[in-house]
């Protein structure tokens, strides 16, 4: 149990489902329309090359899942800190992450997972916006895990190394870890998107 964020192949994304009615069954296929609709009428092309789902090889980079464990009120605080109001609410406020430059969000009315809209961002703008907290912070990014396919940043910040990195690393990133996971989970989840090519959503 818990809230995921994690990324999503081609089978998944274009599934309407069997039964729309059923949460269970139903994939991101309205999702996908809803976008690729916005997308023309913005004078954008569709989103349609979303790779295919590749069979799960730790380490491999292929796919994205972290865990949203710590408290997000540093983070949070941390935003409004360093960002504009509305660029606090991008970063904080997106349930779907794709891989093309969005200047605004596109917000559709179809449930998602913790909503009853669906917000999708940008990864680009993302990117951005993760890379000037990681620079606030002074967040080790040759240190924490480039691959996110298994829970690596959790557990790096929870029961990993983390702790002995901020003390042989210190910065403003090791006085709150919490905060910094987060950090790093933005910023690797819009790399990760712009990389694979992917969307990327909470679970």
Request: glycine share 8%; aromatic share 8%.
């Amino acid at each position: 149990m818990g809230i995921y964020l994690v990324s999503v192949a081609a089978e998944e994304w274009f599934d309407e489902g069997e039964d729309e009615d059923e949460e269970e069954d139903a994939g991101f296929g309205t999702v996908a329309a809803g976008l690729n609709e916005e997308l023309r009428r913005r004078g954008l092309p569709p989103y349609e090359s979303v790779p295919a789902e590749t069979e799960f090889v730790r380490g491999s980079g292929t796919q994205f899942e972290e865990k949203l464990v710590p408290s997000m009120y540093g983070f949070v605080e941390l935003c409004r800190e360093h960002l504009s109001s509305e660029e606090a609410e991008r970063i904080l406020d997106w349930s779907v992450l794709v891989p093309m430059s969005l200047d605004e969000a596109i917000e559709l009315p179809i449930g998602s997972a913790y909503t009853n809209t669906t917000v999708i961002a940008g990864a680009p703008q993302i990117l951005a916006l993760a890379e000037r907290l990681a620079r606030a912070v002074g967040l080790p990014d040759d240190r924490i895990p480039a691959a996110c396919d298994n829970l690596d940043l959790t557990m790096w910040f929870r029961d990993g190394p983390a702790k002995e990195t901020a003390a042989a690393r210190p910065g403003p990133w090791g006085e709150d870890l919490d905060t910094a996971f987060y950090v790093a989970l933005y910023l690797r989840a819009a790399q990760h998107s712009l990389r694979r090519g992917c969307p990327i959503v909470y679970s």
